[in-house]
């Protein structure tokens, strides 16, 4: 009998929650796009951009 363990982690432990938005279709037609056309996930495309206006957003 193997005694190497299989570690399975919880959903969420890398600090990602999961969450639902509402998004325009046209707005999620172009994430479409460019997701298959860079190559990303929707996902991956998502949190790039929000990341992006999360560190440059200036609030007046």
């Known amino acids: 009998?193997?005694?190497?363990k299989i570690i399975?982690?919880?959903r969420g432990?890398?600090?990602s929650k999961i969450?639902?938005?509402?998004i325009k279709?046209?707005?999620?037609?172009?994430?479409?796009n460019i997701a298959a056309e860079s190559n990303?996930?929707?996902n991956?495309?998502?949190?790039?951009?929000?990341k992006h206006g999360v560190n440059?957003?200036?609030i007046q």
């Open 44 to 50: 991956e495309l998502i949190n790039i951009i929000l």
């Open 56 to 58: 440059n957003i200036e």
């Open 19 to 22: 969450i639902t938005v509402r």
């Open 13 to 15: 432990e890398d600090g």
């Open 40 to 42: 990303c996930s929707r």
């Open 25 to 32: 279709e046209d707005i999620l037609k172009a994430l479409d």
């Open 8 to 10: 399975i982690k919880k």
């Open 1 to 4: 009998m193997s005694k190497d």
